[in-house]
């Protein structure tokens, strides 16, 4: 009996040290966050006070002011990113989600083979293929045009992967039975497939955005007017050169383009959890 009460204590502290070590860690993670916010309501002078105070004196919003005011259209750079971002992760949806069902459920010749060469890709970085991509946009004519940057990313290797290995975890019962009845693959797809893959869309959808959201080198690399920007680039452009713009407004800017994607991980988070650990993709 002792030792059962032993045991039952010693797993209490064990909780109770995982959930102190994970709200140490969360607060962490949260303070960079805090910190940026509470930096865009205060003015530059006060940015390299000592020592720091963590909350601003007042909660001014002149810095968000000044933002909207300065010689970059923010407001048209951040209808970019947000057009940008939708494209890519509809695009991305339809485009994976055909082909992991191609990759998963039907059989052709050099299928296997494909496929590997398809996660060969993911080994890659952007710089390695901006080049041909910058060459054919300017035969294109699709430079320094937002639509371009959407253009690159309609389809994804890592998509195709996390959606097929999802579909590989399904029963395949009912499309064996459909495809007995004379339903073809498409209404199998569509009527049966595709409403099974609620959590793997959704994992994709968030990842894709917040992805997309966050691209930088390619912005910098295709697009070089002010009204085609998008906003990782455009916190660049307000920094100014050697860093010699205003900190506390460039906070500010980085405060709004933060936030639609803080909400939407803090809204879906479960979504990417669950499509994640449903798709096998395990550590």
């Not at 993911?122 to 959407?150: E, H, N, S, W």
Request: hydrophobic share 55%.
């Amino acid at each position: 009996m002792n030792s059962m009460m032993q045991t039952r204590a010693a797993r209490r502290w064990i909780d109770w040290a995982m959930i102190a070590t994970m709200v140490v860690m969360a607060i962490g993670m949260l303070l960079p966050f805090l910190w940026l916010f509470s930096m865009s309501f205060r003015p530059v002078s006060d940015a390299y006070k000592l020592p720091p105070s963590f909350l601003p004196p007042n909660f001014d919003l002149t810095n968000y002011r000044q933002v909207l005011a300065s010689r970059v259209p923010f407001l048209e750079i951040y209808f970019n990113s947000v057009m940008i971002a939708v494209i890519v992760t509809v695009g991305q949806m339809v485009t994976c989600t055909f082909a992991a069902f191609a990759f998963a459920r039907l059989n052709f010749r050099g299928r296997d083979t494909l496929f590997f060469i398809l996660l060969i890709g993911l080994m890659f970085p952007a710089q390695v293929t901006i080049l041909p991509i910058y060459l054919g946009y300017a035969r294109l004519g699709l430079l320094d045009k937002p639509i371009g940057l959407a253009l690159m990313y309609l389809t994804s290797s890592f998509g195709i992967f996390l959606v097929r290995q999802f579909m590989l975890s399904q029963p395949k019962a009912l499309e064996e039975a459909a495809l007995m009845d004379g339903a073809g693959y498409f209404k199998i797809f569509w009527r049966i497939s595709l409403p099974q893959l609620r959590p793997a869309l959704s994992a994709l959808g968030i990842i894709t955005f917040t992805q997309t959201w966050n691209y930088y080198f390619q912005a910098k690399v295709l697009l070089s007017s002010n009204e085609s920007l998008t906003l990782p680039v455009a916190m660049d452009v307000l920094r100014g050169y050697m860093a010699s713009g205003n900190l506390s407004v460039v906070m500010a800017a980085m405060s709004m383009s933060i936030l639609p994607v803080v909400l939407l991980f803090l809204l879906a988070q479960k979504f990417v959890i669950e499509g994640i650990t449903m798709s096998g993709i395990k550590n």
